[in-house]
């Protein structure tokens, strides 16, 4: 869809009363809010991803589809080793993650809002996860490590849903807005004392 409908028909400005008057809006407007930017943005990086984006106003953006404009901005030194492996790289917040591995160097999915060849790549990867070892690089999660004898009722009270209390265990838990909005996830691990 085209955001100008939104910005033009003084949305903006409604979500934006919204935010001043009760705090938040009604809708997720994570997608206007400049803060989701971070320090990799720059003057060049904005002027590149703009022009990217002006390029591509009327043209449908598909699942999965990355667009090349002012990337690589922030990368780790696990990156080339995965791209080495032929890693296909999506970006969070400017960093190049990994989205799965391509069977060959050249290879390229459809775009498509059907399911497309990457679904049963990435099928095979969950499994092999499964059922052996895998490794995850997480380079643009925070991390808070939360102790002390009251830590597990401090995390229930945090995140909605059942968080486990098991040690060594994984869990994802929902943090929401006195709306019951959902306003970010985080996965919790339930690390045993050493």
Excluded at 79 to 98: C, D, L, Y
Aim: hydrophobic share 35%; glycine share 8%.
């Amino acid at each position: 869809g085209l955001r100008a409908g939104l910005g033009e028909g003084g949305g903006h400005g409604w979500l934006l009363a919204q935010q001043i008057v009760h705090g938040e809006s009604c809708y997720d407007t994570w997608c206007l809010d400049p803060r989701r930017f971070t320090s990799h943005t720059n003057v060049e990086m904005t002027s590149l991803k703009a022009i990217e984006d002006y390029q591509n106003e009327f043209r449908f953006h598909f699942p999965h589809e990355h667009r090349p404009a002012a990337r690589p901005a922030k990368t780790t030194s696990l990156t080339p080793v995965m791209a080495a492996k032929n890693a296909s790289f999506t970006v969070v917040n400017g960093w190049e993650r990994v989205e799965y591995f391509k069977p060959s160097e050249d290879f390229q999915p459809s775009l498509s809002f059907h399911f497309d060849e990457t679904f049963d790549i990435v099928a095979k990867e969950v499994s092999n996860v499964r059922d052996n070892v895998g490794l995850c690089e997480v380079n643009g999660f925070n991390r808070f490590e939360i102790t002390g004898s009251d830590s597990q009722s401090f995390i229930d009270r945090l995140f909605c849903g059942n968080i486990t209390h098991k040690p060594g265990r994984v869990g994802l838990g929902y943090l929401l807005n006195d709306f019951g909005m959902v306003k970010s996830e985080a996965t919790i691990a339930n690390i045993p004392a050493s």
